[in-house]
């Protein structure tokens, strides 16, 4: 790879490689499990409830899916929907549909049924994993009307918690179940993993041309589309990122750790139908043969969060990738001191803006260091990440890019013309983690993808810069820029600035037509108010009065108990603009 601005910064990672070209294997992604089982077997995956499953565990059931749908005449490419939240189910489904050859469709477990069915239809699906549970099973029955599903495997979680607590909660009633069966469709995970032999099917497949993984995106901007993810694709970015995080702790202050095989223990909590938590969570995990805390609601507790504060103190939890908020929740946190959180050492944030003055309230309170990443479901997701440590990581950026991976800032018209240094423009990728296209969409693929000296760079939509270090600073999505009198605001700036008043936990900004030119905007401020304190609209207007230009300032500020957020904990301004307009 030939050396660009960010491997000649002085920040550059000494002990990282600035390629990985000789260590990415020609094989699918599954195995990724065979290879771990075989080496570390008996080493426990997921922990779920008190219930530990091993790798050789999780391998020896994944072959049985693979059995299951082999037998059910699903040959390669074929498309198998999972519409379940963190469950111990989840990885064993994950690679059994990779064993047999076809293609994960990740929902999710948010959707209502006419979500669901509209990535049913678009994937043509044959068959749905779901939660065996009073919304889920019904809500999945309800979605695979009219389409090519043909089986709905139900899955409960019964079988993966510990005696005790089956008994107890078959007595009070405790176990989530369904209130009814379509019996001409329904199979029972329990049934197959005990009736299936543990033999996947033989397949050919060119990990990079076949496709693992279908994943939705979209949403938060406009209709959704199908991601198409190679298995190349995927295990790429498992070993791009382990080679970019380096633990720094008071026993290796001058070297660098970097994940120790077998000892980590990573934190469940995002979800794993998004590409955040399946790649840096879940998949991460199987590479360094480490432990998964499986947590199905990251939100559950009095307060909430405070499973997530129990999952590290019980568990001695040393990696959680999170989002923005889901920091702000644990930083402001009530009970926050009463958990040891001592054994946090990579805490990666992503999928949205991290504010600064967030970070640093997270850092006083757990001890830990938190470092800013960036990437896409269209990417796998990473291609950035500052460095894990206080002395060169930049804040207000993005990080550098990680190994293999090529940024330029190109115009915001054509998406060919390159900008120079500290000029924004559209941020564009190329690397091994692209991916391929997106499904039955081939003229929105074209429209995203532009050849550049040689390489097929991926135009995000995202606008930023790089500054002189090489790193990418974003301003914004081109879609969110507020047009102020012909002056362009960008939200992520004002809420940067917000998040440092005393009182804001949470902020969101959007941008409003005006009543006397409605082709002219007015920028508006959402705010969630830390516990306990009160504030009024006068008070934050005259706060950023003297805090940043006039078209920047809110005109108007509304106080909220809650914003509305993705399942993977980002705000969504689209909600909060439809509102306004009545949409």
């Known amino acids: 790879m030939e050396e660009m601005i960010w491997h000649k910064s002085k920040k550059w990672p000494k002990t990282v490689k600035k390629t990985l070209e000789d260590k990415y294997p020609n094989d699918p992604l599954f195995k990724l499990l065979d290879r771990t089982a075989a080496k570390s077997g008996s080493n426990t995956y997921t922990i779920f409830e008190g219930m530990h499953l091993t790798f050789s565990e999780v391998k020896e059931k994944a072959d049985r899916i693979a059995n299951y749908l082999a037998n059910k005449g699903i040959t390669k490419g074929d498309r198998i929907a999972i519409f379940l939240p963190n469950l111990p189910h989840y990885p064993i489904i994950f690679f059994g549909i990779l064993k047999a050859g076809a293609v994960a469709v990740t929902c999710n477990p948010m959707y209502k049924a006419s979500e669901l069915h509209f990535q049913l239809m678009d994937t043509g699906a044959k068959i749905l994993f779901c939660m065996d549970d009073e919304n889920f099973t019904p809500i999945a029955y309800d979605a695979v009307k009219d389409t090519k599903i043909e089986e709905v495997v139900v899955c409960s979680v019964k079988q993966y918690l510990p005696k005790k607590k089956t008994i107890l909660g078959g007595i009070f009633g405790k176990i989530p179940k369904s209130p009814y069966y379509r019996e001409d469709i329904t199979t029972f995970f329990d049934e197959i993993i005990s009736t299936s032999d543990p033999i996947p099917p033989k397949i050919e497949l060119d990990p990079d041309k076949e496709l693992a993984l279908i994943l939705y995106t979209g949403g938060t901007t406009g209709t959704p589309k199908g991601a198409m993810l190679s298995h190349r694709n995927l295990y790429c970015n498992i070993l791009q990122h382990d080679e970019y995080v380096q633990l720094f702790t008071e026993e290796f202050i001058d070297e660098p750790l970097r994940y120790r095989y077998g000892e980590e223990v990573l934190i469940g909590a995002l979800p794993w139908y998004h590409s955040y938590g399946l790649t840096l969570t879940m998949l991460v995990a199987v590479h360094i043969a480490s432990k998964v805390i499986v947590i199905p609601d990251p939100r ?12 590290i103190h019980e568990y001695k939890g040393t990696v ?28 990666g944030s992503g999928a949205a803006p991290l504010p600064p003055e967030l970070a640093r309230k997270f850092e006083e309170v757990t001890g830990a260091i938190v470092f800013e990443g960036y990437g896409l479901t269209e990417t796998s997701p990473q291609t950035h990440a500052n460095p894990t440590n206080k002395d060169t990581r930049k804040f207000g950026t993005v990080g550098l890019p990680i190994p293999d991976t090529f940024v330029k800032i190109v115009d915001l018209d054509t998406g060919t013309k390159e900008m120079p240094i500290g000029k924004d423009g559209e941020i564009a990728l190329a690397g091994p983690q692209i991916f391929k296209g997106y499904w039955n969409r081939p003229e929105q693929t074209e429209q995203v993808f532009r050849e550049i000296e040689g390489k097929n760079f991926f135009l995000t939509g995202d606008i930023g810069h790089l500054d002189e270090e090489g790193f990418t600073v974003i301003t914004d999505r081109k879609k969110d ?3 102020v009198s012909g002056l362009k605001a960008y939200p992520r700036e004002i809420e940067d600035k917000l998040y440092e008043h005393p009182k804001v936990q949470l902020a969101a900004i959007i941008g409003l037509p005006r009543e006397d030119d409605p082709s002219n905007e007015y920028v508006k401020a959402y705010i969630v108010l830390k516990e306990g304190v009160t504030a009024t609209e006068e008070e934050f ?15 108007a500020v509304e106080f909220r108990d809650e914003l509305p957020l993705s399942q993977v904990g980002k705000i969504l301004r689209r909600v909060l603009r439809k509102e306004e307009l009545n949409e």
């Not at 989002?323 to 702000?328: F, G």
């Not at 402001?332 to 001592?342: A, E, I, W």
């Open 300 to 311: 559950a507790g009095d307060p909430p969060l405070t499973v997530v504060l129990q999952a």
């Open 481 to 483: 820029m507020i047009n």
């Open 541 to 555: 207007i005259e706060w950023c009065r003297g805090r940043m230009a006039g078209y920047k300032r809110p005109k």
């Open 320 to 347: 959680l990738h999170a989002v923005p908020t889901m920091y702000a929740a644990i930083a402001n946190h009530p009970d926050v001191h009463k958990y040891d959180l001592s054994s946090l050492n990579a805490c």
